[in-house]
């Protein structure tokens, strides 16, 4: 794998709106660029990609959580830009197979699935990350996202993959469904 740079974004939340946060809620993407290796070109096995999603799990998930400072994590998602030389399979292949396993190992479990996006796109273009609560997909509060970009990837052959993670929901949170408080943890959705 070819790591052209890794950028980490945090962002605290003190207020939405006209009230203010019980506490501020913090917010981390932590985003490679990579070299695509199979830009310009059909490649039928994607092995090396779906290798490489792996790796960037641990790399992305490690680096995310430790920019919380030792606060739990509660929330996760990811996403991928493909530059212009690309298809989306190959986000697919880099996110889907074998991404998840070393993130959930990172934030310490996650039952719930990760929720993920992924496009085509050049430098600078913007993509919202999905996230929501790692244990238990019903957790409404948690439903939330984080919107990155980095001024000059993806190039036209790279690809760039961003991990987020999250201390807690949105501030106010107040449209119903399972609290976190009540979210059992067993099988990803309550």
Do not use: C
């Amino acid at each position: 794998m070819e790591i052209r740079k890794i950028v980490t974004i945090v962002e605290d939340v003190f207020a939405d709106g006209a009230k203010k946060a019980e506490r501020p809620i913090r917010k981390v993407a932590a985003i490679a660029i990579i070299k695509n290796p199979f830009a310009g070109i059909y490649q039928e096995d994607l092995a090396e990609l779906i290798d490489e999603g792996e790796q960037l799990g641990k790399i992305l998930g490690e680096r995310a959580v430790a920019a919380l400072e030792g606060k739990t994590p509660e929330s996760y998602g990811k996403a991928a830009i493909v530059g212009e030389k690309g298809e989306y399979e190959h986000a697919a292949a880099l996110l889907h197979p074998k991404l998840g396993t070393p993130l959930r190992t990172a934030v310490g479990g996650g039952k719930a699935i990760i929720p993920s996006v992924k496009k085509l796109g050049s430098m600078g273009d913007t993509i919202d990350i999905p996230l929501h609560f790692k244990d238990a997909a019903f957790v409404r509060s948690h439903f939330d996202g984080m919107t990155v970009s980095v001024n000059d990837a993806p190039k036209a052959d790279e690809i760039l993959v961003a991990i987020a993670v999250t201390d807690g929901g949105r501030p106010h949170a107040r449209v119903g469904g399972l609290k976190k408080e009540e979210a059992k943890g067993e099988d990803g959705l309550r």
